[in-house]
């Protein structure tokens, strides 16, 4: 049975000072590695680098192209990119924007700001730095309905606050940025309906890790030009997503405080700039598993974040919500890609569905979702299937077009690769991937190391061909619901 638990109207009542003083302290738990520099910033000249071919993943119809090269395309030998996020333009245009951490070498955990940009759909990528040599981590982007890029960043070591940087020419260029408060594990959405919060950006973080004492949430009413004093969320979810309905009512999903429980949390009122900020619920979620955190493929990161997605389709009466992660299910399977459905705004949820079909023991790994305007569930995740008791993985995705009650089989995108090369002096290749559908492509942001070392790629799937030549042999494409 699914847990529930509703909770009174919440304020955030923060006050003012808490938005502008950092605590002096903060913690997470142990096994979490915490978003402050270990290692100092080295410089790596460009003079030094050695640069060898870019790595292009291919793997029957799909291609997936690297992204962090230098200025020639060439790959830098020696660097690490992880963690990546993706904004693409939705006018219409072919513009997109990656971030991720970039280390300059490896043998420093130092991290910045990376980012690349392409305006022909993925074919070029040009690449550079948010203020080279000043340490940043958890990339999050997200675009507005005009077509601006947001970037946010976490920095200011020790007191975990973000900032975030806007683009008006597709990622080219990137203004100074403006202070989002903020936190470790931040993330971000953006409002691109036409209601009352038109234009509004969420943002939420780690409450243990806040830049200002007990607080998780803020929100900018003004399109990023400032933001408001940062408030606290109920039941602190953290490691998670944000998202904002066709209606404007915005959702939160996480891990809520230091346990397991996922949680749902809701606001009707946040959209409106007139009202106080506040959240109406905080619902618990039976995924059929926890949400890993260490070990395997990643030991020293996540095993994926709790992703919250709503539909898309206009005119629901009630918010479609859905909510996916990789999770430990009970017995020996060490990961799945569950996911649950709402079609109440969040007040009930559905029996937990297995979205990955293998029969075996594996790790799936990343569990990652994003929706398309017309209702489509695009779902990748890294996967262990063809490395039994290993971790070598490949990216596989599969898609639902009845709102998650079922599921196509399983399709691989990428050959396999091992998770365990060229860590930045961090046992991890970061904590999460990142996805933007439209009804003919979706766009993939993911870390591989098919170069012997961490790198981002970027992968365009045209829908339209997906299942006349993007099935290897014998796969079918038949539809399949499996529960865990």
């Given at each position: 049975?699914?847990?529930r ?9 923060a006050?003012a000072?808490l ?14 590695h915490l978003?402050?520099p270990?290692?100092?910033y080295?410089a790596?000249?460009?003079?030094s680098?050695?640069t060898?071919p ?14 962090n ?11 690490a990119?992880?963690?990546?996020s ?9 513009r997109?924007?990656?971030g991720?951490?970039?280390?300059d ?26 203020e ?17 890029f947001y ?12 900032d975030v ?14 202070y989002?408060?903020?936190?470790d594990?931040?993330?971000m ?10 234009g509004n950006?969420y943002?939420?973080?780690s409450e243990?890790?806040s830049?200002?004492a ?5 929100r900018?009413?003004?399109g990023?030009d ?8 109920p039941?602190?979810p953290r490691f ?5 309905a066709?209606?404007g009512?915005?959702?939160?999903a996480g ?5 397991n429980?996922i ?5 009707t009122t946040?959209q ?24 395997g ?9 709790v992703?919250v997605?709503?539909s ?6 009630q918010?479609?919500?859905y909510?996916?992660?990789s ?8 990961l ?9 705004g969040?007040a009930?949820?559905s029996?937990?569905?297995r ?7 594996a ?11 017309g209702g489509r569930i ?10 039994p ?18 599921w ?6 990428s ?6 090369l ?20 979706v766009?993939?942001a ?7 070392e961490?790198?981002?790629?970027y ?6 061909g ?8 014998g796969?079918?494409g038949a539809w399949?619901g499996?529960?865990?």
């Amino acid at each position: 049975m699914n847990k529930r638990l509703l909770l009174p109207l919440i304020l955030l009542s923060a006050p003012a000072a808490l938005a502008e003083t950092p605590p002096d302290a903060v913690r997470e738990p142990a096994v979490v590695h915490l978003e402050v520099p270990d290692d100092p910033y080295v410089a790596v000249p460009i003079e030094s680098r050695v640069t060898g071919p870019a790595f292009r993943a291919v793997r029957g119809a799909f291609a997936s192209v690297q992204v962090n090269v230098d200025g020639a395309g060439m790959n830098i030998v020696g660097d690490a990119a992880n963690e990546p996020s993706i904004a693409v333009d939705l006018t219409g245009s072919q513009r997109v924007a990656i971030g991720w951490r970039q280390f300059d070498t490896i043998t420093s955990s130092f991290r910045q700001a990376g980012w690349g940009q392409t305006a022909d759909g993925g074919a070029t990528w040009t690449t550079g730095t948010i203020e080279p040599g000043v340490f940043r981590s958890d990339p999050v982007l997200d675009s507005d309905a005009a077509g601006n890029f947001y970037y946010n960043s976490l920095s200011v070591p020790g007191t975990f606050q973000c900032d975030v940087f806007r683009s008006a020419d597709g990622g080219a260029t990137w203004d100074s940025g403006v202070y989002a408060l903020g936190g470790d594990k931040q993330w971000m959405a953006i409002d691109r309906g036409a209601g009352v919060g038109a234009g509004n950006v969420y943002s939420n973080w780690s409450e243990s890790a806040s830049c200002c004492a007990d607080t998780s949430f803020t929100r900018s009413t003004d399109g990023g030009d400032s933001y408001e004093n940062a408030g606290s969320m109920p039941q602190q979810p953290r490691f998670g997503t944000t998202a904002v309905a066709p209606s404007g009512n915005v959702y939160v999903a996480g891990a809520g405080g230091f346990g397991n429980t996922i949680y749902v949390v809701k606001s009707t009122t946040l959209q409106d700039p007139g009202l106080a900020p506040a959240f109406d619920s905080a619902v618990a979620v039976d995924l059929g598993g926890s949400p890993g955190l260490g070990g395997g493929p990643n030991p020293g990161g996540l095993s994926g974040q709790v992703w919250v997605a709503t539909s898309q389709a206009p005119g629901l009466a009630q918010d479609e919500v859905y909510v996916l992660a990789s999770v430990d299910p009970p017995g020996t399977d060490p990961l799945d890609v569950h996911f649950v459905r709402s079609t109440d705004g969040g007040a009930t949820w559905s029996t937990p569905v297995r979205v990955n079909d293998d029969a075996g023991d594996a790790w799936q790994w990343f569990g990652t979702m994003s929706v398309a305007p017309g209702g489509r569930i695009d779902v990748v995740w890294n996967d262990s299937r063809s490395d039994p008791g290993g971790f070598d993985s490949a990216l596989y995705y599969s898609f639902s077009t009845d709102g998650g009650v079922s599921w196509s089989s399983d399709v691989p995108l990428s050959p396999s690769f091992d998770p365990h090369l060229g860590w930045p002096q961090q046992d991890k290749i970061g904590d999460y991937y990142d996805m933007v559908s439209e009804d003919d492509v979706v766009h993939v942001a993911w870390a591989a190391t098919f170069n012997g070392e961490q790198d981002v790629y970027y992968l365009r799937l045209e829908v339209p061909g997906l299942f006349t030549d993007g099935f290897e042999s014998g796969d079918t494409g038949a539809w399949s619901g499996s529960t865990p």
